[in-house]
């Protein structure tokens, strides 16, 4: 089995079979979004409650990102990347035959913590990847993961209106198994980068977040982006079910097909991508920034207007993928070895912003709608603008 060396360079195969797998693995966590208006009905709960399966999924993510990405520097990768994978395939085997909703949240926080597995493989890329090659080869994985977040709403939708939503889960979990048989087989063996014990690792984690202004930055950044994301995706599902005197009334395969309207921002992560390659990840950033306020306009207008609802979630998607390429173009800056523990401390504050803003969200749209949302998003789109303002000078 081939040994893989810092820097040695990954190949373009390898790379897109990275890129598949993570967009299959993060994918998981997505599938139940278009499906929350039939959940709610198939399980017997409350539209509110089922809203909770969209931060149910995020806290289980931010303890993956918390306890299980710092393995990435402490164990041999490939071994950890399969055996995530393959719980990622048994959270969603449970979710396909499960008979009551608190089992299948149960199941879908599993797999979500599994699923942070595609945090283990975008800075292995890095690690990988020849310098000068970082960046692409890190946004080509970021898109392989943002094509499956978005793609997986259309799919679901898709597959449960012609076969039922049990059949959604069972499609998934057989894919993840299949990728991780072929994982094994083509990943090099990759060393650990760090000797330090697993309690310590955990530590040093708090210790880069308060030595280090940039990732400070970046990770607020980050949650105020992930958390624009979640209020839209965490709603529109509603919007467009027709809840809450909504216009709209579309089943589960219209509703799904929204997801290709966000597969704009897959294009920005390589665009931003590469724009770091060539030192200009101020420039990525504040494109990101101005395209998260403009959104909320456009989304606020689409309450009635198909066209400009669109055209939001084009926006918002560029602008959230775009930004958060060049937040992990910035602290991949910093210490080489870390790399792993510097995504933990980055993407748990991005899945906290998501986790906050799609619990608030839930009960909001259920009590005052969808401009009341919108106004949700855009507070927090300014909150980002006000945090890169102060912070711009002083890292």
Not at 215 to 240: E, I, N, P, Y
Request: overall charge positive.
């Amino acid at each position: 089995m081939r040994v893989a060396h810092p820097g040695g360079g990954v190949g373009r195969r390898l790379v897109l079979l990275l890129a598949l797998t993570s967009g299959a693995a993060v994918a998981t966590m997505y599938y139940a979004q278009p499906l929350l208006h039939t959940l709610a009905k198939a399980f017997g709960v409350s539209t509110t409650t089922a809203g909770l399966l969209v931060t149910v999924s995020q806290i289980g993510y931010v303890l993956g990102l918390a306890f299980v990405v710092p393995l990435g520097d402490l164990m041999e990768r490939r071994r950890l990347i399969v055996i995530s994978i393959v719980l990622v395939a048994v959270g969603e085997g449970v979710q396909a035959v499960t008979p009551n909703f608190g089992l299948f949240a149960a199941a879908l926080f599993l797999t979500a913590i599994a699923s942070c597995v595609a945090q283990v493989i975008v800075p292995l890329v890095s690690y990988l990847a020849v310098e000068d090659q970082r960046g692409a080869a890190v946004g080509t994985v970021m898109s392989g993961l943002l094509f499956g977040i978005l793609l997986a709403r259309t799919v679901s939708g898709l597959i449960a209106s012609a076969f039922g939503w049990r059949m959604v889960f069972a499609l998934a979990g057989l894919l993840v198994l299949a990728l991780a048989a072929v994982l094994w087989r083509a990943l090099p063996v990759v060393p650990r980068t760090s000797e330090l014990p697993y309690r310590q690792a955990l530590r040093s984690v708090a210790s880069l977040a308060r030595t280090e202004p940039l990732l400070r930055q970046r990770m607020v950044l980050g949650a105020c982006a992930m958390g624009c994301f979640s209020v839209l995706w965490t709603a529109l599902t509603f919007l467009l079910s027709g809840e809450h005197g909504s216009p709209y009334h579309y089943g589960n395969a219209a509703i799904g097909l929204f997801g290709l309207a966000g597969v704009a921002g897959a294009a920005a992560a390589q665009f931003s991508g590469r724009l770091a390659d060539h030192g200009h990840l101020q420039i990525a950033t504040g494109g990101g920034l101005v395209a998260l306020l403009v959104s909320w306009v456009l989304l606020a207008l689409g309450a009635h207007s198909l066209l400009a609802l669109i055209a939001g979630i084009v926006v918002l998607d560029l602008g959230v993928q775009g930004l958060h390429i060049s937040n992990q173009a910035a602290i991949y800056t910093l210490h080489p070895e870390a790399r792993s523990r510097l995504t933990t401390a980055y993407m748990v504050a991005y899945f906290l912003g998501g986790v906050i803003l799609s619990a608030l969200t839930s009960v909001l749209y259920a009590t005052y709608g969808w401009h009341t949302v919108c106004l949700l998003g855009a507070a927090t789109a300014l909150l980002a603008v006000a945090a890169w303002a102060l912070t711009a000078r002083r890292v």
